[in-house]
């Protein structure tokens, strides 16, 4: 069950960087999400997860966030303005956003939300960057993750469809919250150090 009520007995979740010391716990959740995926028959992401080479690199820049839980990562998300030249033309003005990749919620943790708040603090980062869009790619082929992103307001531009690529399908919405009032609880701490309490 969902509400805006704030639970006091609920463990705080804390959004942070990733350090190297988390490479192995971000690795795993990725490796569930793909699993979950491709079990379903859903090529988006490899089969196994990531290698840890294509991941220690957001690590290091500082661009992979990690939402902590009680026993490991609840879940993650890479968020930067490097726009892939594959998907995203000189004509998408892409210094104008940031972009999501790699967002993962653990399965123990799925149904809460978690998804939702991490695309709407990301948002709220678009604006403090003084950006204007808040961007993603995804499966082509996968139409119920592509409609979870048109309910959080996201609009599809176009599908690129490279037959080397699994991802094509570019979603945008304006930075800022999903349409939430301004002042909604968001169910983690984040890095900034803001005290809010999980939702149930």
């Keep these: 069950m969902h509400s805006n009520t704030v639970n006091p007995t609920t463990r705080l979740l804390t959004l942070r960087a990733a350090t190297g010391a988390d490479l192995p716990g971000v690795l795993a959740l990725l490796a569930e999400t793909a699993d979950w995926l491709n079990g379903r028959g859903v090529r988006q992401w490899p089969a196994g997860g990531f290698p840890a080479e294509r991941i220690a690199p957001l690590i290091e820049e500082g661009t992979m966030y990690l939402l902590d839980g009680e ?5 993650t998300l890479a968020l930067d303005g490097q726009a892939d030249p594959e998907f995203w033309a000189a004509g998408d ?6 972009y999501v990749h790699k ?6 943790h799925s149904g809460r939300g978690l998804g939702e708040a991490l695309l709407d603090w990301a948002g ?6 003084g950006r204007k869009w808040l961007r993603l790619d995804c499966s082509k082929d996968n ?9 959080q307001r996201f609009a599809h531009l176009r599908t690129v469809d490279l ?8 979603f ?18 984040d890095w900034r150090g803001s005290s809010v309490r999980q939702h149930v």
């Design 71 to 75: 026993e490991g990562p609840a879940a």
């Design 93 to 98: 003005d892409p210094g104008s956003a940031l």
């Design 103 to 108: 967002l993962s919620v653990a399965r123990a």
């Design 124 to 129: 709220l980062r678009v604006l403090a960057m």
């Design 143 to 151: 139409t119920r993750l592509q409609d979870y992103y048109r309910d």
């Design 163 to 170: 037959p080397h690529r699994a991802s094509g399908a570019l």
């Design 172 to 189: 945008q919405r304006a930075g800022g919250l999903r349409g939430r009032a301004l002042g909604t609880a968001m169910p983690f701490v």
